[in-house]
């Protein structure tokens, strides 16, 4: 079975704080892909990043990080210096091959970045 | 690339109506998802095809709910008889194993409501 967990429900931060975005995984396979969306209030869903199971290294893309730790089960997705335009919810996603590759996604973060 | 193309945008109809809901994939992708977005349930897979063939439709809700795929290029999700609870947005997405790096590729999707 795979579950994906974002333990946050809502954050709100004020503008140009930097903001950390939790996701723990369950799955019992060792190949897996980890994602994260991004879902404005306009409601089409923007992909952000892949990561592989079998890749540990994190990625920084601009204002945008993750750090994936296999030991812990966690992709956390980092926003440094955060923006109003960063308020959106947010989707952590699991899948493999067993499931055709077919997200699996977290209940989602509403992140909200005040002025 | 025009990306997924989903229609309606927006559907209204009254309880007891049949809805069809339509998706065109991207082109030369041979995976695609049926994906339904509540509040309370967040973001659910319904079925997912593979050249054209469902491979799993475990999360279709009930008798009601029906998908196809007759080519490449087309899917529809019809709900019929509608009921209130299956107010929602419906999202379509497509991926193939190359694209498997760029994420998948949703819809606008569908902003159901049924009265």
């Known amino acids: 079975a795979q579950k994906v967990t974002q333990a946050q429900t809502e954050i709100s931060v004020v503008e140009k704080e930097d903001v950390t975005l939790d996701c723990v995984y369950e799955t019992r396979d060792t190949t897996y892909y980890l994602f994260w969306y991004k879902q404005p209030p306009s409601g089409e869903l923007v992909f952000l990043i892949r990561?592989?199971?079998?890749?540990?290294q994190n990625e920084i893309s601009g204002r945008y990080s993750w750090n994936f730790q296999k030991s812990t089960s966690s992709f956390n997705f980092t926003i440094t210096a955060s923006q109003v335009v960063d308020s959106a919810v947010y989707f952590c996603?699991?899948?493999?091959?067993?499931?055709?590759?077919?997200?699996?996604f977290g209940k989602g973060t509403s992140l909200l970045v005040t002025p | 690339d025009a990306g997924v193309i989903q229609s309606p945008r927006h559907e209204v109809t009254e309880m007891g109506q049949e809805v069809t809901l339509r998706c065109k994939p991207i082109?030369?992708?041979?995976?695609l998802f049926w994906y339904r977005q509540t509040m309370m349930r967040g973001l659910e897979l319904l079925i997912y095809?593979?050249?054209?063939?469902?491979?799993?439709d475990s999360g279709m809700p009930e008798d009601r709910f029906s998908a196809k795929m007759p080519n490449a290029s087309f899917s529809t999700l019809k709900i019929q008889p509608s009921e209130p609870r299956d107010s929602a947005v419906y999202f379509c997405?497509?991926?193939?194993?190359?694209?498997?790096?760029?994420?998948?590729?949703f819809g606008s999707g569908t902003r159901l409501t049924v009265v």
């Open positions: 997405a497509s991926s193939s194993r190359t694209a498997l790096n760029y994420g998948y590729t």
């Open positions: 082109s030369g992708h041979d995976y």
């Open positions: 990561r592989n199971s079998f890749d540990e």
């Open positions: 095809f593979n050249n054209n063939v469902p491979i799993d």
């Open positions: 996603a699991l899948a493999n091959s067993n499931s055709g590759y077919a997200l699996n």
